[in-house]
């Protein structure tokens, strides 16, 4: 059994659902992993690790970015949501409750990734058609609901939040 | 009634029964799984972090099929960070051995080692584990191991393993064959076929595909000196049956392993075998007493894990002048890939088929060859349908084939052959239970009119496109209890569940089931069920399941069995207590136990007083003052009980429609409607069902247009990212319009049928059926399914630009 020093680490601060944290890193970790491993938060899932999935899909700046193919140092500077900042005090967003409405998920696997999706298109473009958002639920992958519940949620909580201003 | 349930329930007003009467059974109840899941506060198993815990991951075979001359882990133990290194020998583990109770020239039992010692026999094939203290260096030790190979001819294709003098995968297994089963033969079938009118014939193959859970596997194993025992954390739709392969591989007692499963990201079948790393990694920890992890990647999850559906059917079937079917004749080969896996064996594939291949339809006269056929592929699981998406394939082509020959409407031939009489026990010996075969085929073909497709059909015919209308009527074997699997000669004979409902001195309820959720809502529906039996508010129930400490025994979630089997051992476990409460009730009152009720939330005087005693000052006497339980009630309230199905199963049944229109210049597929009329018996939660026939619809578009595991001629896997396996997303997934019929099953003690497989079933039929409706001005007709874009092109006659 060998016990060699560990690699060469950095240091870096993450700004995540508002809250600074300074992280000692390997430069060579994702974003996701740092998320997930050192930060314990854990919504955010790991699907694919090569981009095409969606299931680590986190907002950068406010827009739709994959984890897994960002290293946590380009993260640095940056705002970063996750799905844990979507409720507020225990009370689900309206995003989160029209998926529920909906049946929206079954495993929940790739739901926080298509929730920060959703979340970052709904926010750049509030007047999106079914069609347009149907279109961005096609960037991501799920397996359990053959996605038409998911394009009735995202479009359901659309036209509620243009109802409300 | 946890903040986020109550946040939800009163936020979304969805979470209430709305049928009369308030009965939650029937009722789209809001899933109680949603509040964790849409918050982030899920655990799935990549979530668990244990003080101390280390990270797996496999040294795997970069050959087909090869000996192994030599495993040199030295380097690996100096990659900075690793912390051990273990092949086979190290961890001296059982092999993983999957029987049937059939002879020798039926079935070959053979034996899969946790990890791979002098022989390798597929691309992937566990070598060795590498422990590390994070998971990139475990992926860095993996670099530096070495393994040496003397190369041996690999079989790749289910032909070339059946061909004479094939090199063998498994020594022991002549032909490569795991199981060779001829059944039913009815006699002077062959007659029949002489003296029929029509003949059809069928050839047809179906890709092999992944099943795909977004979770990969993945495992935390961790020794836990206090219990004395290894709790084995481990996304599995089979947890006991995990437990006892550990147990026996590990040479430990049962109870010194408990499986947890945590939440998990979808499994449909893949997950309902033992995996040799969950194995490999329980090892590890044990030797290194240091908690580890293993999750699988996503390369690993496609080529290493397990696969399904690469069967090749040669079928013919007789008519008669009206279209009646006269006989039916069928060899059906599955290429099983290397290994037979735990429990089911590599004959589940050709059994399924050969058992249930006649369907829905009046079958006279039937004669089927089964195998099984090794190869130097990654293994096969169960998928999600298991055989019926590609035998109702077969059946749908062979009706459709000779609908064209006679020059009948494909629905009419179907209406004159579909069983209509039930109970009805059909010439492959299986009784089928009522069900709705022709108002399902009739119901949809009237949608599809309804919906102006025959009339979009014809104009698009006119303007010179092309669009087809394909059908798939079907049904669905589901709660199979013991009797069912017993006939399959399966040496661990799963089947029954057991249930145990408790109710705590507030008046809550934890009920435990058996089955194991991976998505498919029973912390909702089986919540509904108990809720319905004992007059309770939902939020007051509670259900475990996953964690064999907790639950007394259960054989998980496959073969749509929850609600059937594991849904009426909870409702027997929940009446068994209700009865106990009455008798609590009945003592109090002095009354005997037939003249008091359960009603809502307590028992009832019978006598029109109308008097209630609630459930919580009966559970405080059966608790805290037993002195006042009559003497033959003992203290406590728990109840137990089991159910199983003694006959032979319950069917659902649906009809699919399926409107495409082909595209000759791209070879594309487009699909403009799907429609599904399904009959699941009672459906505990329409939402929940709907969502099930949803999500099956969409695996069974994804085998029938797009997903395929290949290999080249080396037995190299050519799809390891979703680069090239191809998983349809929301752009290529229609909209499905759903419609409900309920013939509720008599033996099932909520009425309910199984649900989860039914989509994917029908799928590939309907949408082969529709591509072969659109192409008939081509007199091409397909069998054989991905339909690739190329094929589409080619039965076009156009040039493919880049050839397949």
């Not at chain 2, 947890?260 to 194995?279: A, Q, S, T, W, Y």
């Amino acid at each position: 059994m060998t016990d060699t020093a560990p690699r060469e680490r950095q240091l870096i601060t993450l700004d995540v659902n508002g809250e600074r944290h300074e992280l000692l890193i390997e430069p060579r970790r994702t974003l996701v992993d740092a998320l997930r491993h050192d930060l314990l938060l854990t919504g955010t899932h790991v699907g694919c690790e090569h981009g095409i999935c969606g299931a680590c899909t986190v907002l950068v700046d406010g827009a739709p970015a994959r984890a897994c193919l960002m290293f946590a140092a380009q993260a640095e500077g940056a705002r970063i949501r996750t799905v844990e900042s979507l409720a507020e005090d225990g009370e689900l967003s309206d995003l989160q409750r029209a998926f529920t409405e909906h049946h929206g998920l079954q495993c929940g696997f790739c739901t926080p990734g298509f929730l920060m999706l959703a979340e970052g298109f709904l926010a750049e473009r509030p007047a999106a058609t079914k069609e347009e958002i149907r279109e961005v639920v096609a960037s991501n992958l799920c397996r359990c609901t053959g996605y038409q519940t998911i394009v009735e949620a995202i479009d359901d909580c659309a036209a509620r939040r243009r109802k409300e201003t | 009634m946890n903040d986020t349930t109550a946040a939800h329930q009163r936020a979304t007003g969805h979470g209430r029964p709305t049928t009369p009467g308030g009965a939650w059974i029937g009722a789209s109840v809001g899933r109680r799984e949603d509040p964790r899941l849409l918050t982030g506060r899920g655990r799935f198993t990549d979530d668990i972090q244990l003080p101390g815990m280390l990270h797996a991951q496999f040294v795997r075979a970069t050959v087909a099929h090869a000996t192994v001359t030599g495993i040199d882990l030295s380097a690996v133990l100096d990659v900075p960070g690793v912390v051990a290194a273990f092949t086979a020998e190290d961890l001296e583990l059982g092999d993983i051995t999957a029987r049937l109770g059939r002879p020798a020239s039926e079935f070959v039992a053979t034996a899969m080692p946790v990890l791979a010692r002098d022989r390798v026999r597929f691309v992937g094939e566990p070598l060795a584990v590498v422990v590390a203290r994070d998971a990139y260096a475990a992926e860095d030790g993996l670099e530096a191991a070495k393994v040496s190979y003397e190369p041996r001819p690999p079989v790749v294709s289910a032909a070339r393993a059946l061909a004479p003098g094939a090199p063998l995968v498994h020594d022991e297994a002549p032909l490569n064959t795991l199981l060779d089963v001829s059944m039913f033969a009815t006699e002077g079938i062959d007659a029949v076929f002489d003296g029929a009118p029509h003949v059809v014939r069928v050839r047809a193959s179906t890709g092999r595909q992944n099943a795909l859970p977004l979770e990969t596997r993945g495992a935390v194993a961790s020794w836990d000196a206090r219990e004395d025992q290894l709790l084995l954390q481990t996304c599995t739709q089979v947890p006991h049956q995990v437990r006892t392969v550990a147990a026996r591989c590990l040479r430990l007692d049962e109870r010194a392993v408990r499986v947890v499963v945590p939440d998990m990201g979808g499994g449909f079948g893949l997950k309902c075998v033992v995996g040799r790393e969950e194995i490999a990694v329980a090892a590890a920890a044990l030797r290194l007493d240091r908690p580890v992890k293993w999750i699988e990647d996503r390369k690993d999850a496609l080529t290493a894990s397990f696969l399904a559906r690469e069967q090749h059917y040669d079928a013919r079937a007789a008519f008669d002048a009206d279209g009646r079917i006269l006989a039916l004749d069928a060899d059906v080969v599955c290429d099983m890939g290397a290994y037979s896996c735990y429990p089911f064996t590599a004959g589940i594939e050709p059994l399924m088929a050969s058992a249930e291949m006649p369907g829905v339809y009046k079958v006279p006269a039937y004669r089927v060859r089964g195998r099984a056929v090794t190869t130097n592929k990654a293994p096969t699981a169960p998928y999600r349908g298991v055989s019926r998406p590609q035998y109702v394939m077969v059946m749908e082509r062979l009706f459709e084939r000779a609908a064209r020959e006679l020059g009948m409407d494909p629905v009419e031939i179907r209406r004159r052959n579909v069983i209509t009489d039930f109970p009805y026990t059909g010439v492959n010996r299986i009784t089928y239970d009522p069900g709705s075969y022709r108002e399902s085929l009739d119901l949809c073909e009237r949608l599809v009119r309804e919906e102006g497709w025959y009339a979009a059909r014809e104009e698009a015919a006119a303007e010179g496109r092309h669009l087809g209308i394909g059908y798939a009527c079907f049904s669905e074997r589901t709660g199979y209890g013991s009797a069912a699997f017993a006939q399959r000669k399966m040496e661990v004979v799963p089947g029954f569940d057991i249930s145990e409902v408790r109710m705590d001195t507030s008046g809550a309820v934890v009920v435990t089931t058996g089955t194991m959720s991976h998505g498919q809502s029973h912390e909702t529906t089986m919540a509904q069920i108990v809720a319905d039996e004992l007059g309770l508010d939902i939020a007051k129930v509670r259900i475990h399941q996953g964690d064999t400490d907790r639950v007394t025994y259960g054989w998980g979630t496959f073969a749509s069995r929850s609600i059937a089997v594991g849904g009426s051992a909870v409702r027997l476990a929940a009446a068994k207590l209700g009865e106990k409460l009455c008798r609590i009730a009945a003592a109090r009152w002095e009354l005997s136990p037939d003249a008091v009720e359960l009603v809502t939330g307590g028992i009832r005087r019978r006598d029109g007083t109308g008097e209630v005693v609630g459930f919580p000052e009966l559970a405080d006497i059966a608790y805290l003052k037993a002195h006042l339980l009559p003497k033959d009630v003992e203290p406590g309230l728990s109840a137990t009980a089991t159910f199983d199905v003694f006959n032979d199963g319950t069917f659902s049944n649906a009809t699919h429609g399926v409107v495409v229109e082909l595209h000759p210049g791209t070879g594309q597929v487009e699909i403009l409607a799907y429609l599904c009329v399904e009959d699941c018996g009672v459906a505990i939660n329409p939402q929940v069902v709907e969502g099930q026939c949803r999500g099956g619809i969409a695996q069974g578009i994804a085998g029938a247009l797009f997903e395929q595991v290949t290999y080249d001629d080396q037995g190299e896997p050519s799809a390891t990212s979703f680069m090239d396996y191809k998983v349809p997303t929301a752009h290529e997934i229609p909209d499905v319009l759903i419609r409900h019929l309920q013939t509720p099953c008599a033996f099932t003690e909520t009425g309910a049928k199984g649900a989860g497989e039914g989509g994917t079933i029908g799928a590939p039929a309907a949408v082969l059926n529709a591509v072969n409706d659109a192409l008939r001005p081509t007199g091409t007709e397909l069998d054989t399914t991905p339909i690739t874009p190329e094929t589409v092109q080619r039965a076009f006659g156009r040039t493919v630009e880049h050839p397949s």
